[in-house]
């Protein structure tokens, strides 16, 4: 072989290792991104961890404790509820005010501060709420 067979049979060894480390990269990250996109999808069959028999099963309650959590859940649900109808409601102002011919930044600035409050409320009972599961 002369020098230059001997130089094309590198050449191609080497684009051969190439495209092969290629392939095979392409194939971890589709794995990867299989493994990512399988740890999102929620269980639709799983029951809702918020509802009184996931804490019976899961965390062993007693009656005792499941009477507590069901009054401050009746309270919890009462109220978040609320807040969020208003909130939803609030939005919809915000975004016909938004696309109305002549905004009124004012009325914007306004909704948005009761949006705000709306918001800091919902996450107050909330923490609430939490608070008192965790005293059970």
Do not use: C
């Not at 990269?25 to 399988?38: A, E, G, L, V």
């Not at 999102?40 to 007693?62: A, H, K, M, S, Y």
């Amino acid at each position: 072989m002369n020098k230059t067979n001997k130089i094309l049979w590198f050449v191609i060894a080497l684009l051969v290792i190439l495209n092969l480390a290629t392939i095979g990269t392409i194939f971890y990250h589709n794995r990867q991104s299989k493994d990512d996109n399988q740890a999102i999808v929620l269980d639709e069959n799983r029951p809702n961890p918020l509802t009184g028999r996931f804490f019976r099963q899961e965390l062993g309650f007693n009656d005792a404790q499941m009477e507590v959590f069901r009054e401050a859940n009746r309270h919890f649900q009462y109220v978040a509820n609320d807040l969020i109808f208003e909130m939803d409601s609030l939005k919809s102002e915000m975004f016909e005010e938004l696309n109305g011919t002549h905004p009124d930044s004012t009325r914007l600035h306004n909704l948005s501060a009761h949006l705000g409050r709306h918001h800091a409320e919902l996450k107050n009972v909330t923490n609430d709420f939490y608070l008192k599961i965790k005293s059970v």
